[in-house]
């Protein structure tokens, strides 16, 4: 079983629709996660860090489910900047895992 | 703040040649440096770990006698792929941590390596 799973998509959506993916991880220890956005043939750039209580920057809202070992983001009001692949990214010792990457196209 | 820079961003070479690619962290000190691949369509692998003046840490299946690391300061690790044959076609990534909050990683733009 891998680390890190994703859904890979695509999520092909209309300008202000809501898409939401989940990412499983596999050890229950892991420490922290992330969530990182990367475009076509760029590196990573993190969006936001996962807290266990959850948390929101501004369309985006990030939530832990540690029972069930997954993480998930929300991202409301799409626009068509938000096109990319969204990686998640499980820390365990201070080395990140990262998960294939759910690919999300927004549409006018 | 918290910029990692590569050089270069991209690269052809011959199989069999050496290529070095450099990655630099430009605001901040950085004592831990790490190294991805990423291949087409699937996740960044971690290579390796490195912390600066000792040796890296190499990731199960990855040859430290092919991907040689150096970091010899805070604000320079460098990935030297020897003997390069077209399977090692890649996007390598590095990515830096300050220290105060090891858990973010700082990441560089990246090198395409292509293998002729």
């Known amino acids: 079983r891998k680390e890190v799973e994703q859904d890979p998509g695509p999520f092909n959506v209309p300008e202000g629709a809501t898409v939401a993916f989940n990412c499983t991880y596999s050890?229950?220890?892991?420490?922290?996660f992330f969530w990182y956005r990367q475009d076509c043939r760029k590196e990573p750039k993190l969006l936001m860090s996962?807290?266990?209580s959850g948390n929101e920057d501004g369309r985006f809202t990030a939530q832990l489910n540690r029972a069930s070992q997954y993480i998930s983001l929300l991202i409301r009001d799409s626009k068509l900047s938000d096109s990319a692949t969204y990686l998640c990214?499980?820390?365990?010792?201070?080395?990140?895992?990262f998960g294939a990457g759910t690919t999300v196209t927004v549409r006018a | 703040g918290a910029v990692v820079s590569q050089h270069p961003s991209w690269v052809i070479c011959k199989s069999g040649t050496s290529v070095k690619i450099e990655c630099r962290s430009l605001d901040f000190q950085a004592t831990t440096m790490f190294w991805y691949r990423q291949f087409p369509k699937q996740s960044l692998m971690l290579m390796a770990t490195?912390?600066?003046?000792?040796?890296?840490?190499?990731e199960q299946g990855v040859e430290k006698d092919k991907f040689l690391i150096n970091h010899a300061s805070l604000t320079l690790s460098t990935l030297t792929v020897t003997s390069a044959h077209p399977e090692d076609s890649s996007f390598y990534i590095c990515s830096a941590s300050s220290g105060t909050n090891t858990y973010e990683q700082y990441f560089g733009p990246g090198t395409r390596l292509t293998v002729t």
């Open positions: 996962v807290y266990s």
């Open positions: 490195s912390n600066e003046g000792s040796k890296a840490t190499y």
């Open positions: 990214a499980v820390n365990n010792d201070y080395k990140l895992s």
């Open positions: 050890n229950s220890a892991s420490q922290s």
